[in-house]
């Protein structure tokens, strides 16, 4: 069983043979240690993105290659928005895209295809998936319709108007939609089998269980339905402490729920096991960046028995890590994988 089956299998609530592996996105780490801000490696091109990715992962050895990972805020700039690139990290969103709610009227989903530098991801997609993508799962990734809302409508103005004015932010949520999916959809087409949506602002820290069933759930429904037409398994990744909305999960149709640090891997698995995979909940930064790599090896131990033998686990960071994260830590936590002796339990 390789790499590729092995998440498969577990998305598919089968047993593996080991415990399934992965980093949740890594673009920023993988680029940087290299020498490389996001945007350079974007200027390098497809075919030396895609050697890099690759390379990459013959060293750390996860079952998931993300490319494009970091990148998701050029969606914003390709139908309008102004981004800023950081020498290190994700680029930065500059200001609100949409003055008025009227303004949605006048963009244009269509100049996504027409990005330069996305066109760049989707094509290092199509490289990877027909170099490695036989054994070894290629995804890619895209905030989700509510931290879009975010971006695109501002935090402030979507906060207030969860009460004040739902019309108006339902109205933008079917557009993020939209721009969700259409971003995402090319991956498929260039042969990513996996599909990851990250909504941070749908935290439990952010919004209520309430307010997660009205603005959230609807409209990752409607994106993970589609993306599922396109033959891929689905990601959901939310920030924060989820673990009073986990029930409500299933109901959106994802494949897999990455879920962060805050969230009890027992409870977790309490909720989920009979229903579907998850993925987590390693600090980024307090266990992958600040321990050792024995230190890494005794969290992702911990982690898999807090899951359960009886749930579908894969283990990975609770969110993407860090530039500073040392490559032996990924080793470890991906040898821990490998080599866990309760196997027998799974």
């Not at 890594?26 to 990715?53: C, D, H, M, P």
């Not at 307090?286 to 790599?293: F, K, P, T, Y």
Request: proline share 4%.
């Amino acid at each position: 069983m390789n790499s590729k089956e092995i998440i498969l299998n577990a998305a598919s609530l089968k047993k593996t043979e080991r415990i399934p592996v992965s980093l949740l996105s890594g673009g920023v780490w993988t680029f940087n240690r290299r020498g490389y801000s996001l945007e350079q490696a974007l200027n390098l091109g497809a075919e030396k993105n895609a050697q890099i990715l690759e390379e990459t992962n013959e060293e750390i050895g996860c079952d998931i290659v993300w490319p494009g990972s970091g990148y998701h805020n050029l969606a914003i700039r390709a139908i309008g928005g102004k981004i800023k690139f950081r020498a290190k990290g994700a680029p930065d969103i500059q200001e609100t895209l949409l003055k008025d709610i009227s303004d949605i009227e006048n963009i244009d989903l269509s100049l996504i295809k027409k990005d330069k530098d996305i066109n760049t991801l989707w094509d290092t997609t199509s490289i990877l998936a027909k170099r490695i993508g036989s054994d070894t799962l290629v995804g890619a990734s895209i905030w989700g319709p509510f931290t879009l809302a975010g971006h695109v409508y501002g935090v402030e103005k979507l906060m207030r108007n969860i009460y004040k004015n739902k019309d108006e932010v339902h109205k933008v949520l079917e557009f993020t939609s939209e721009l969700c999916y259409e971003y995402l959809a090319p991956y498929a087409d260039a042969g990513a089998g996996i599909l990851s949506v990250a909504d941070p602002t749908a935290s439990g820290d952010m919004i209520s269980r309430n307010q997660f069933k009205e603005f959230v759930v609807p409209y990752l429904k409607k994106v993970v339905a589609k993306l599922k037409k396109k033959g891929v398994i689905s990601l959901i990744h939310i920030c924060g402490n989820t673990t009073n909305r986990l029930d409500l999960i299933p109901e959106i149709g994802t494949d897999i729920i990455s879920i962060d640090y805050k969230v009890p891997l027992s409870k977790a698995g309490e909720i989920l096991k009979s229903k579907m995979a998850f993925s987590g909940n390693m600090n980024p930064v307090a266990v992958m960046q600040n321990l050792s790599a024995d230190e890494v090896a005794e969290a992702c131990k911990t982690c898999i028995k807090e899951a359960g033998s009886e749930s579908s686990y894969i283990l990975m960071p609770g969110c993407d890590i860090p530039p500073g994260v040392p490559v032996e830590n990924i080793k470890a936590m991906v040898k821990t994988a490998h080599e866990f002796k309760n196997i027998t339990e799974r």
